[in-house]
């Protein structure tokens, strides 16, 4: 059996004072895909990716909107900048712990853009490439040309979670 639920999202868009009402549905049903299960158990624990700085680099406003919301379910925070120049804008090391980065944008695609941080900021930056590409053979491709992982859209939350667990340090103390 499926639950169906409807929220409405108050969403302030980056022009001062301008807000969108947007509604949302969110589907539930039983996986019976193992490869599915084990994905939903391993991205269950949520808590490392609290208070996480995330740069999300991508142009259509509704992908900026479904990924703001998936990031801040897991405590993360998050900027949003609408193509690869205004991500290479915004970024600075001491600010941002990650970028989620659209492969195919205007003015500066992500592959552009990834190679310009990489030159500015050096190899350390985690960067999680974006792409429409349905079939998912380019992941080397990207990796090859400076992304630190890769994931297919439509994004599922669960490996979202999954691929941040992965390319983010686990804070844990120093050791003496």
Known sequence: MADVKVKSVKLRTPLVGVVKKMVSFELSFECTNQETLNA?????????????????????????LVTRLMLESFGCKVVIAANGKKALEIYRPEQFDLIIMDIEMPIMNGIE???????????????????????????????????????????????????LRDCLPVMTGTVV
């Open 40 to 64: 939903t158990s391993k991205s269950s624990n949520t808590d490392v990716l609290q208070g996480k700085r995330i740069l999300v680099a991508e142009d259509v406003e509704l992908n900026q």
């Open 113 to 163: 853009a990834t190679k310009s941080l990489r030159e500015k900021f050096g190899p350390d930056i985690k960067i999680i490439g974006l792409s429409a590409d349905a079939l998912g053979n380019d992941s080397d491709y990207y990796v090859e040309n400076g992304f630190t992982d890769y994931l297919t859209k439509p994004v599922k939350k669960e490996f979202l979670a999954q691929k």
